[in-house]
C-alpha cells in the first residue's frame, strides 16, 4: 500500500437541484476509502461497493491466500478473471513504455527489501542476494495468451499493489456511472478519480499537502473529469547507514529507492494509468520524469514533485499546465 499525501477540500451546501450529497467511507485494500457524489436515490450504495472490494481482493490481493495472484505465484499459469486481465495487461503496457521501470515481477524484491506481506527489518540485503534475486524479475518472463497468465521461466512472482488501488477506483467511478451518477469523487487509499462537479456546482477541489513549515493543502487541483494518484518514500522506510531506503524498488537495479523525492503526484486520464506511472516517475527523480513526461504527450500525463535539494530545502516543481483545470 502506498501512504499518500493527499487532502480532499470538498464542501457540500444544501443544493437547489433535486440531487444530495452521499459520502460513503471505510477501510478496504489494508487502507481508507472515500466515496463523494450526487444522487437522487438515498439509498446507500455502500454494500455494492464493498462487493467490489472483495472481488477484486479474490482475483489481486496478495493477502487473500486463496486469491488468483496468490494462485499463480505459487504454480505456473493461472486463467485470469477480467480484473487480473485488465491490471496485467496495462501493467505490461506501462513497463515496456518505461522500459521495465514499472515491473509487476518486483515481488521478490520487495520480499527481499521486507516491504512485502511479510514484513521485516534486517537492512539493506547484500549485493550478492539482490544480484540472484533480480535473475526472478522482468516483466518479459510473463506471457499473456487468451485468458492465460503464464511464466516464462520459475520463481516469478508478481505484486500488483502498485497499480491495484488505482484500478480499483477506476471500476467503483465505472459502477456509479452504470446508476446514473455523473458526479463524484473516489478516493481509494489516494487513488482518486473524479467526474463532474460537487453540490456547490464547481469541480472537485483536491488539495496536495506541502511538507513546509506552516504548510498545508496549499495546492489544489480542479477537476471534472481526471484521476490523481501519489508515490512518496515518507512512512514506509528504514534509515541504515545515514541512508534512508523506502519500498519502492527500482526493477532495473534491485535497490529500493534512497533518492531525493519526497513525493511525486501524479495527473492522468484514468486511475490506474496515474497509479502505475507515480511509481516509475518517483524512480526517474525529478529532471527525468519531467522529462519522460514532456517526452510522452500522448500519456496526457502531469506531475508535481516535493523533493529536497543540494541543501536540504524541499523545493517543488511540476510539468507544464498542472494545475489546469481538468
Known sequence: MKEILLLLSICFTVSASAQRAMTISGKAQGTYYVVKYLGRDTVSLQPEIEAIFRQIDRSLSLYVPSSLINRFNKGDKIMMDDHMRIVV?????VSRITDGLFDITVKPLVDLWGFGVVRHNNGKPSEDAIRRTLRQVDYQNLTLRSRYLIKKQPGVEIDCNGIAQGYTSDVIAKF???RGISNYLVDVGGELVALGNNEQGKPW???IERLQPGGGAQNLLMMTNGAVATSGNYQRFFDEGGTRF???????TGEAIHNNIITVTVTAPDA???DAYDNALILLGVDKGLEFVRDHPRLNLGAFYIYKDADGQVREKYSEGFFEQR
Open 89 to 93: 495487461k496495462k501493467a505490461q503496457e
Open 205 to 207: 477541489s483536491i488539495g
Open 176 to 178: 456509479l456511472l452504470s
Open 272 to 274: 490506474i494509468t496515474a
Open 246 to 252: 523506502a519500498h519502492t524498488i527500482n526493477p532495473r
